[in-house]
């Protein structure tokens, strides 16, 4: 299992485009990858302008193959100049469930 928690900030003048584009990573990957388990998108309860991500991948071949869609791709076109400042990524073993209870 390959998990992700990230955390990006969003320039204020560029959040509603970063909304549209990162659902639109998120919905290829959860519809279109066979290998995406999850990939959720969570709005910050403090600042509407941080979201964090979670993503789960049944192993780091299937989030290289994320990287390689097209969505993947057009999201990354433009999204680092939409961040306000780097993104924190968090990458981990999985402990519950068990890797074979994932569905």
């Not at 680092?80 to 994932?102: C, F, K, Q, T």
Request: overall charge negative; proline content about 4%.
């Amino acid at each position: 299992m390959h998990i992700l928690f990230v955390t990006i900030k969003i320039k204020p003048e560029h959040h509603d485009e970063f909304i549209k584009e990162i659902l639109l990573n998120a919905k290829g990957a959860n519809e279109d990858e066979p290998g995406c388990l999850r990939f959720d998108v969570v709005q910050d309860g403090q600042d509407a302008n941080t979201l964090h991500l979670y993503e789960v991948y049944k192993d780091e071949a299937a989030f290289m193959d994320h990287q390689a869609s097209a969505h993947y791709k057009r999201f990354g076109a433009d999204a680092g100049e939409w961040r306000d400042g780097s993104a924190v990524l968090h990458v981990g073993p999985n402990i519950y469930p068990s890797d074979s209870d994932w569905k």
